[in-house]
């Protein structure tokens, strides 16, 4: 029986009506056709203050991160959809991903939630570029905390004209851009819920 990966998605954004939200909710469509068991959830769920040593040492890891920090760690994989700001990560984005990155224990338990965990991304901005530098550097930073990022990605231009009314790509070319990041992440993620830890 094969086996049922878990995958997380969610946004860089909370915006109502955001581009990267309603691309994540492609990619939950898709990610559930390839049979992965996905969780979707909103950054808007884990308040965060602003990443800060000092406040860390004062009052140790942020409740909210100890949160999603243990939900990512109960998945076998991540789909991150980032818009692009000002040619970058969007900083809600950011600070979610520095906070979590933080944490090494839970209740006297090693826990580290992103070291060799797959992740796929996703990006999408207004204009024609499609947010790929922000894809760019969120690669960047996922794998500086040691996460396996697949390398197809799936780039949204246009986002006010490139959903129709169902939420649907309108352009055969994303979706197919969509289903290949989506089959290769749930096959990571699949390989990864089947390894030994040593």
Not at 13 to 28: C, N, P, Y
Not at 67 to 94: C, F, H, M, W
Not at 99 to 127: I, M, Q, Y
Request: aromatic residues 4%; glycine residues 8%.
């Amino acid at each position: 029986m094969p086996v049922i990966p878990k995958i997380l998605v969610f946004a860089g954004s909370v915006r109502s009506g955001a581009f990267s939200g309603r691309t994540a909710d492609v990619a939950q469509k898709v990610l559930a056709l390839e049979g992965a068991e996905v969780t979707r959830v909103s950054l808007a769920d884990y308040p965060l203050p602003i990443f800060d040593q000092d406040l860390e040492r004062e009052k140790g890891i942020a409740d909210n991160a100890m949160k999603l920090a243990r939900l990512i760690a109960a998945q076998d994989g991540v789909l991150i959809a980032t818009p692009e700001y000002n040619g970058s990560i969007p900083p809600l984005l950011k600070n979610a991903i520095d906070w979590v990155s933080r944490v090494r224990h839970d209740n006297g338990t090693v826990l580290r939630p992103l070291a060799g965990k797959p992740a796929g991304l996703c990006s999408s901005s207004a204009g024609h570029f499609a947010g790929i530098r922000a894809a760019n550097h969120l690669r960047a930073v996922l794998v500086r905390c040691q996460m396996e990022v697949v390398t197809p990605e799936c780039s949204v231009p246009e986002g006010a004209t490139a959903f129709d009314e169902a939420g649907h790509f309108r352009d055969e070319r994303l979706l197919k851009s969509m289903e290949v990041l989506c089959r290769t992440l749930t096959q990571a993620a699949r390989l990864a819920s089947t390894r030994i830890e040593p």
